[in-house]
Structures are given as C-alpha cells and as structure tokens.
C-alpha cells in the first residue's frame, strides 16, 4: 500500500457499505478505465502505510469501512469517475475526502475538483483565449487595406462599364 500511496497523484477515500459486489465490480471497472486503482483497505493498515509513505494527512479522510481510489494520471478523473458512477448507479457509495498534493479535501471539494474540465480542454480553451486578441487585431489592421482594395476594384468596375470614347 506505501507503493501505491508513493506514486499516486491523488488518493480518495470512500465508504463503499451497502454496494453490493455488482456494483463493486462495475465501480472496479469504470475506475481501471481511467488508471485509478480501488481497493478496500483496512484501517490500521492505511495508518501505517500513510506514516511510512510520509503522508499522515491520509489518516483524516479514513474513518470506518473505507475504500480508497488511487489516481495515477490527471488528479481530476478518480474524482470524476467516482462523481459519474454515484449519479448514474443512485449508489450508496458516498466520498469521505482526499489528499491532493499534501492537501485534505471534503467530499464538497472532491465534487468540485470532479466539476472542473480536464488538463486537454483547460490548455484549449487558454490558447483559444490568447489566439483572439491577435486574430482581432489582424483583422483590424487588415480593415484599411480591405477598404482600399474595394475601392479601387470599384473604381477599376466603373472604368470597364464605360463606353470608350
């Protein structure tokens, strides 16, 4: 378990009483999809793992019968597995909290953080953000030349409708 703690981006716990063991494998599944390993652990094992692994904040989120989500990858997809899985299954399974990055997390900041868009669309949405004041100022120093090519292909329309004297 200090393994799994050691190389993981986020750590959740959850209190998986009342899933029953086809919604446990569901659950299993849908999380190995996004690189998240669940297991349920015991107490007194999670305790000394987390003081092994150096993070003894993971023994605030633990409290009772306890599962914990290991994120490996980006820290908001065990988080929004979870999230997706409680609203699609209407299941019992209910998040305790987190540690991120040292930090503990509610389970209302777990659902917040499960809330936000992935790394992909936050880095899109930021080149698109600094891409749009160039485009509009392309587009307004090219408004002048635009006008001026306008002009004289009317001019030039004019001329050639002229009979020619």
Known sequence: MKEWL????????????????????????ALR???V????????????????AGQPELKEIIQGPSAIAFGYGEPTDPA???????????????IRGAVLDGRVLDA????????LPGKDELVALLLSRMQSPISGLVN???GPIAGLARVLQGRIDNLQEQPAE
Not at 80 to 94: C, G, N, W
Not at 109 to 115: F, G, I, K, W
């Open 37 to 52: 390993r669940y297991k349920v652990v015991k107490n007194t094992l999670a305790y000394i793992a987390a003081d092994n």
């Open 140 to 142: 307004v120093l090219n």
């Open 80 to 94: 929004k597995a979870l999230s997706q899985f409680i609203r699609e299954t209407r299941s019992p399974l209910e």
């Open 33 to 35: 999809e996004k690189e």
């Open 6 to 29: 050691d190389g993981a981006t986020i750590v959740i716990s959850t209190s998986y009483t009342g899933l029953s063991v086809t919604d446990m494998t569901a659950l299993r599944r």
């Open 108 to 115: 209302a900041q777990v659902e917040r953080l499960a809330s």
